[in-house]
C-alpha cells in the first residue's frame, strides 16, 4: 500500500514539475522582457539580450535583422513558447502614438489559461483596472494617463495563436 501511494505521489509530482517550470519561464517572459520593455526601462536591443538569456532563439529559416528593425519574433529553446517584440507609431483616434508591444504565445497554452495567467499577473486592484464586460484586459493605473499608459491584453487572432499582448503608449 506504501509503495502505491508513493507512487501516486512521485506521479503528481512529475506531471506538475513541468507545469511549474513553464510557469516560472512564463513570469520571467513578463519580468524581464515584456513589462520592462514596454514600460521602456530597456531597450529593444536589451530585450532581445533579455530574451535571449532566457534561452529564446530566433525561428529557423528567419531572415536576418536589419540594423534598423523595429520588429522581432523569437522562440524558446523547446519551441514552445513564442516572444514577439515590437515598437512604432499608431494612429489612434486624431492622433498618433509611440507603442512598445511584447507578445507572447504558445502552442500549448489556450485563451482561458493566458487570461488567468494575466488575472494572477496583473489583477492587483491598487495598481491595474479592468472593465467587467472584458475581463481579458488590464490598465495600469498612471498619475499621468494622458502622456503614458500601459495596457495588458489577451487576444485570440484569427488563424493565430492566442496571445498575451503587454503595450506601452506614450501620447
Known sequence: MKFVVCAAMASL?????PVHAQEILVARMITEVCLPYATRA???EKSIRAARALEFRRP???EPLEEWSSEIDLISRDGVWRLHIEEGTLEEGD???YAASCSISSRH???RDLTDLGRRAFGDPERWSYAA???R??????PRPDERRLAVEVTEPAEKLPAMTITGYYF
Not at 484586459?137 to 498612471?142: L, M, Q
Open 13 to 17: 509530482c512529475l506531471i506538475s514539475a
Open 42 to 44: 530597456q531597450s529593444f
Open 60 to 62: 529557423n529559416g528567419s
Open 95 to 97: 492622433s498618433s502614438v
Open 109 to 111: 497554452a489556450s485563451v
Open 133 to 135: 464586460n472584458d475581463p
Open 137 to 142: 484586459r488590464w490598465d495600469r493605473r498612471t
